[in-house]
């Protein structure tokens, strides 16, 4: 990956990261407030509040893998496979940016997780 591809990719993730630290404001802010006095809009509230904090805890999973991402970048291991050591394709990277491993080690590792 070239060093003009390098940079626009780190612009794209604190870009990314910048977005969904926002995200998780906006969304803290809408776990904070009161809830209605009317039960079933209470509960109607907590429904959404479920589904909104599985969103948070989304965002919250991708702004650590970017900030992984960035951590690489800056130590230079970016682009390099944590589990082989080998180069991770560049189109793995240009369609998941903060991929830490390659293609055959992600497979791998999905195999292995989905073993009972």
């Given amino acids: 990956m070239s060093g003009a591809s390098h940079a626009a990719l780190r612009e794209q993730l604190e870009k990314k990261k910048q977005e969904l630290s926002a995200r998780l404001e906006r969304i803290s802010a809408n776990l904070r407030r009161g809830y209605e006095a009317d039960s079933k809009e209470r509960a109607k509230q907590l429904e959404d509040n479920e589904v909104v904090d599985a969103l948070g805890n989304e965002a919250r999973v991708e702004v650590a893998k970017i900030s992984a991402a960035l951590r690489r970048m800056d130590t230079g291991d970016f682009g390099i496979c944590t589990e082989c050591g080998l180069p991770i ?4 990277i ?4 903060y991929a830490d491993e390659c293609i055959d ?11 009972p």
Avoid: I, N
């Fill in 105 to 115: 080690c992600a497979e791998f590792d999905e195999k292995r997780r989905s073993r």
């Fill in 94 to 97: 240009e369609a998941y940016p």
């Fill in 89 to 92: 394709e560049v189109g793995r």
